[in-house]
């Protein structure tokens, strides 16, 4: 289920160029419907050719998504004491790797069903929560996806996605505030380049898993 729901999430991460005017539940909606007609057209190519599945979600997220805010999060209290390039380096290597995670994790998308809950947002709302669920084709349980933005001067930003109640940010928030009090920042920011290099040739990452390697 876990793996399903990265690759519902990471529908949600091809985000429109123009989405600044575009209220959250719109956006959501309107991403999701794009997304799915790219991956009924291309999922053949996209699995041969995992490039071109990074490419397509690169070039559409990062106007949209906030990694720094995310990343920020992310490190917590690790992220004041660090310097500017430390937080530009962890902020990069932590982009590539949710854009490699999920971009892959597109491909397991089947056709399931995603209904987003009534949605209510005031003109003087500076963040908002986007309410999901995913009918799966198998007949079980709805999988709950919440998406956190946040207005800024550019428009609605993402900081967060909650899957199952389990907030993205938190979890990875988890994991690596144990890693940077043992090995420090640097070597956080060293192992998530590594596998993300690891991952890109196709090789098995730190965690135990083996990426395809892109054609």
């Known amino acids: 289920m876990k793996k399903f729901a990265s690759?519902?999430?990471?529908?949600?991460?091809?985000?429109?160029?123009?989405?600044?005017?575009?209220?959250?539940?719109?956006?959501?909606?309107?991403?999701?419907?794009?997304?799915?007609?790219?991956?009924?057209?291309n999922k053949d190519l996209y699995a041969k050719d995992h490039k071109k599945l990074y490419v397509m979600v690169d070039e559409h997220v990062l106007p949209n998504f906030d990694f720094r805010a995310m990343s920020r999060?992310?490190?917590?209290?690790?992220?004041?004491?660090?310097?500017?390039?430390q937080r530009a380096r962890f902020t990069g290597e932590f982009r590539d790797l949710l854009v490699r995670t999920y971009a892959t994790a597109l491909l397991k998308y089947n056709d399931e069903t995603i209904v987003y809950l009534p949605f209510r947002l005031n003109p003087d709302d500076r963040t908002a929560t986007v309410k999901s669920e995913v009918r799966r084709?198998?007949?079980?349980?709805?999988?709950?996806?919440?998406?956190?933005?946040?207005?800024?001067?550019?428009?609605?930003?993402?900081y967060d996605v909650?899957?199952?109640?389990?907030?993205?940010?938190?979890?990875?928030?988890?994991?690596?505030?144990a890693r940077v009090q043992r090995e420090g920042v640097n070597a956080l920011?060293?192992?998530?380049?590594?596998?993300?290099?690891?991952?890109?040739e196709g090789k098995t990452v730190s965690n135990g898993?083996?990426?395809s390697s892109p054609k």
Do not use: C, H
């Not at 529908?11 to 790219?38: C, G, H, N, Q, Y």
């Not at 389990?166 to 690596?176: E, I, N």
């Not at 920011?189 to 690891?198: G, L, V």
């Open 209 to 211: 898993t083996k990426a």
């Open 7 to 41: 690759s519902v999430l990471s529908m949600f991460f091809t985000l429109s160029a123009l989405a600044a005017e575009v209220a959250p539940d719109l956006l959501a909606r309107e991403v999701t419907d794009k997304i799915v007609v790219l991956l009924k057209a």
């Open 137 to 158: 084709t198998d007949g079980g349980p709805p999988i709950a996806i919440n998406y956190s933005f946040y207005r800024t001067d550019a428009g609605w930003k993402v």
């Open 162 to 177: 909650t899957i199952e109640g389990a907030s993205l940010v938190t979890t990875y928030q988890s994991t690596y505030s």
């Open 189 to 200: 920011i060293a192992n998530i380049a590594q596998d993300n290099k690891a991952a890109a």
């Open 73 to 85: 999060t992310v490190l917590g209290r690790y992220w004041r004491t660090a310097d500017e390039e």
